[in-house]
């Protein structure tokens, strides 16, 4: 009897271990579908003194169920893109019925999202001449706000651990951008970076990546991913080219027909939450 429970524990062992490693590639139908019937993370809207631009800033939080002060919890960085602001993700992608589902099948870890304002200037509203050159800078100053104001806001005010290897950071076009050049200049703070369709705002790979060795050894993922139909998609091919010439693992992930909206950055963000805060396989990487 003993026995046959032996056989039937090492069996399932081994199966699970088969599924753990086999590569996320497709979002399961459905993965966007509010579901009443499980339960649900909480919405809340946080404001923050920024010494960067000198105001008060908004973000969104979105805390998983079973949420709990008495716990600690590992962070995810969510960013918009150029006509967006602190509410894109919520209004154009639902994080939230993404993460309920994939908390629901038991195949994420849990973490706090915080989805900021990633236009660090005074009037960080998404009006007038969207392209305009103060406001694209503004982008580029939100890395500041970011390191500066709100990572330290958010560390004072939630229960989160507070090291490399919990916090991730990814975001859609501009924000992709952000999230590759703030992520990878910034290895001590960031190890887990996604940039989904990103934008010109992009550095080029030499300056992206000034020490591949250093990548290697302080990442644990970076995920890129892009409609092969989008206009930008120059920008995630270039910087795909240089992570295969110089071997600098990473997870590539392409959408057929994909164009520039949430269809590819929900399935981009469905698949990128299941490979944080959790052990990787190599093998991941490899064809990728
Ligand atoms: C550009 C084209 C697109 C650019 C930014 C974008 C700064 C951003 C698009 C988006 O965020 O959706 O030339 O330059």
């Known amino acids: 009897m003993k026995m046959k429970y032996l056989l039937l524990s090492l069996g399932l062992f081994f199966a699970l271990q088969t599924i753990a490693q086999n590569e996320i590639v497709q979002a399961e139908k459905g993965f966007d579908i509010y579901n009443q019937d499980i ?47 602190e509410k894109e993700w919520l209004n154009g992608g639902q994080p939230q019925v993404i993460f309920d589902n994939l908390y629901a099948g038991g195949m994420i870890e849990p973490m706090i999202v915080v989805m900021p304002n990633g236009r660090a200037m005074e009037d960080d509203r998404p009006v007038g001449n969207i392209f305009a050159k103060d406001k694209v800078e503004a ?56 940039g989904f369709s990103s934008a010109p705002n992009t550095k080029m790979p030499e300056t992206l990546f000034p020490d591949s060795q250093k990548v290697k050894d302080r990442l644990n993922l970076l995920f890129v991913s892009c409609g092969d139909a989008d206009g930008l998609m120059n920008v995630t091919q270039r910087t795909r080219d240089y992570l295969t010439n110089n071997q600098i693992p990473h997870i590539y992930h392409i959408i057929p027909g994909g164009l520039h909206d949430f269809k590819v950055w929900k399935e981009s963000l469905y698949l990128f939450a299941q490979y944080l805060f959790k052990p990787i396989d190599p093998k991941t990487f490899e064809n990728n």
């Open 39 to 85: 339960a649900h993370g909480k919405i809340d809207t946080v404001t923050y003194k920024s010494k960067t631009v000198g105001t008060k800033r908004r973000a969104i939080i979105y805390t998983p169920p079973g949420y709990s002060k008495r716990k600690k919890y590992p962070v995810l960085y969510l960013l918009h893109g150029i006509g967006g602001d």
């Open 139 to 194: 982008f580029a100053n939100f890395e500041n706000d970011l390191l500066q104001d709100l990572i330290p806001y958010i560390e004072k005010k939630f229960p989160v651990i507070k090291k490399r290897n919990y916090r991730a950071i990814a975001g859609l076009s501009m924000g992709g951008g952000q999230s590759l050049n703030f992520g990878l200049g910034n290895l001590d703070v960031f190890s887990w970076i996604g």
